[in-house]
């Protein structure tokens, strides 16, 4: 029989996170006003932008929020840099020059704005989007292009995980740690620091540089088991990479493929922490905006389909934990699973995020000036466990570190990594239920399938998108730091069909567990 002392509702936790999504983009319509006594979404509330007076349209002087209109949106991918969004909280650019800029050529201070003590006005999502439109596409977007980036989707197009936020608990203030991209928020989920790196590239440094000590190592420590689950499709795991310098040793050991994940939760067995990558690669099931988009329009290449995918993954984690067997060490009863994403993207949100303390006081800041003293935008997360009710609504501010602080509590693992989990709250306090509630009593959900085109296309030959390019940059990096060879090739030029051999022998090599793991 599965446990029902509220002392065993965390003996298990299992983090989902997706890529690139704000709060109001995906749960922003989630409840009308009244359905809860309290939610921070986009209904009722009159928020737009303002339109850049020198835009297509200008007259229109703003962009209303308004419901999504397909499941690609926005296409292009928005700039997700530090100084893009810069510019998304503060509507500034500094120096002008960076206005039409690339962002590798954007110079000091970073679109910053004069007083980062400032509260954000969250005002410049459209500006930003019309920026980054024009350097990526080359022209001048249309209002129904710049419009996409104040697009929210409804409950009725994301089924699954519109149907888990109401099913379970949903927070309307958690944020990411850092205004920035993918690799250093997602460094600071685990280890509360990104050794100052503020932006992905240029690739292979955190694959050879961060040395930020992980949450993962303090589990090792105290002989608690831990595993990364990835999809095989990907080969290499971004975890691994970003904390190359320091997971190495445990690569043959720790990293597993989704499907060995699916067989262990049917079997009760899953490690005390448990952490799930989407596919960033093909085909994707991240949930990030469509990139490339330059390359895309003049290839007539297809949208990469990628909410339908994480729809289909979510729907399938969901399932093996909903599912697991009483009589297991893990089972629906002791088993956190925690669906969240690690930036917002470049998409608008309309909470300004808060401060927050550097990880490190005594430290100089980081790239680009950036002093780690506030928080990434509002990004969206669920907490679905037995221990709490459905429609819960939590309100108050959680950050991605709290994680790491509920780990180390849950656990005994230690003292904090950084000031950043020393200071994050503690997630114990949302299970509010004296009973485990029983599995009959869980939300079924039903994602919706990919299009018959999404299906049949092969995208083997088509160039590499940014983020695919930073990840297969830093797994050549840290072949080549392993090796002493000069790196196989150049992550900016291969083709998708070029980046999986390389991508097959690297893991091969490094990450048998994943190379020798389930397949289906």
């Known amino acids: 029989m599965y446990e ?82 810069c510019t998304q909280l503060y509507g500034t650019v500094s120096p002008a020059g960076n206005r039409f800029a690339k962002v590798d050529q954007m110079v000091p201070p970073f679109n910053s704005p004069e007083s980062e003590a400032s509260l954000p006005t969250m005002s410049g999502f459209v500006a930003d989007y019309v920026n980054s439109f024009r350097v990526e596409m080359g022209d001048w977007p249309t209002y129904d292009d710049y419009a996409q980036i104040m697009a929210c989707y409804t409950p009725e197009q994301l089924p699954v995980l519109s149907g888990l936020a109401k099913g379970f608990a949903c927070f309307d203030h958690w944020f990411c740690e850092v205004p920035s991209q993918t690799y250093t928020n997602r460094s600071f989920f685990h280890a509360a620091s990104s050794s100052g790196f503020v932006i992905n590239g240029p690739a292979g440094k955190f694959a050879t540089r961060n040395d ?38 445990y690569f043959a050991t720790n990293f597993r493929t989704i ?36 390359l895309r329009k003049d290839l007539h290449l297809p ?49 300004p995020p808060p401060s927050a303390p550097p990880p490190d006081v005594n430290a100089p800041p980081g790239e680009e000036g950036f002093k780690f003293d506030r928080s ?89 998108e940014r983020l695919e390019r930073d990840f297969l940059g830093d797994a050549l990096a840290h072949e080549s730091a392993i090796t002493g060879r000069p790196p196989a090739a150049d992550a900016e030029v291969v083709s998708h069909r070029e980046a999986h051999e390389h991508l097959s022998r690297i893991g091969t090599a490094m990450f048998p567990g994943v190379a020798s793991g389930r397949r289906s």
């Open 212 to 249: 930020a000590p992980t949450i993962f190592e303090r589990l090792e420590r105290a002989h608690l088991s831990w595993r990364v689950y990835i999809d095989p499709d990907q080969i290499v795991p971004a975890t691994a990479l970003i904390h190359a310098r320091r997971l190495a040793p």
């Open 259 to 294: 499907y060995d994940f699916y067989e262990e939760a049917r079997q009760g067995e899953l490690p005390s922490y448990a952490f799930i990558e989407p596919n960033m690669l093909h085909p994707h099931t991240d949930m990030h905006p469509p990139g490339a988009g330059r």
């Open 303 to 351: 949208k990469p389909n990628a909410m339908v995918g994480g729809e289909q993954l979510l729907a399938r984690v969901y399932e093996s934990v909903r599912t697991s067997p009483t009589s297991g060490s893990s089972n629906f009863a002791n088993t956190l699973l925690l669906v969240t994403f690690d930036e917002h993207g470049g998409i608008f949100d309309h909470v």
């Open 4 to 85: 029902t002392d509220p002392a065993h509702r965390l003996d298990h936790i299992v983090v989902l996170m997706f890529e690139n999504r704000s709060f109001d983009n995906l749960f922003g319509y989630l409840y009308q006003p009244g359905e809860v006594p309290s939610f921070e979404g986009v209904v009722g509330r009159g928020l737009s932008n303002p339109v850049p007076a020198d835009a297509p349209k200008a007259s229109q002087r703003s962009v209303p929020v308004h419901p999504a209109q397909d499941m690609d949106t926005p296409d292009p991918d928005p700039g997700e840099e530090y100084p893009h969004i």
């Open 376 to 464: 990434g935008v509002r990004i969206p997360t669920i907490a679905i466990s037995a221990w709490v009710d459905p429609r819960t609504v939590i309100n108050d501010v959680f950050r991605s570190t709290s994680v790491i602080r509920t780990l180390r509590e849950q656990w005994s693992l230690g003292p904090p990594l950084t000031q950043r989990d020393a200071t994050a709250p503690d997630l114990t306090p949302i299970f509010s239920r004296l009973r485990a509630r029983p599995p009959e009593e869980w939300p079924r959900v039903i994602p919706g399938l990919p299009s018959l085109m999404e299906r049949m296309i092969a995208y083997l030959d088509r160039p590499m």
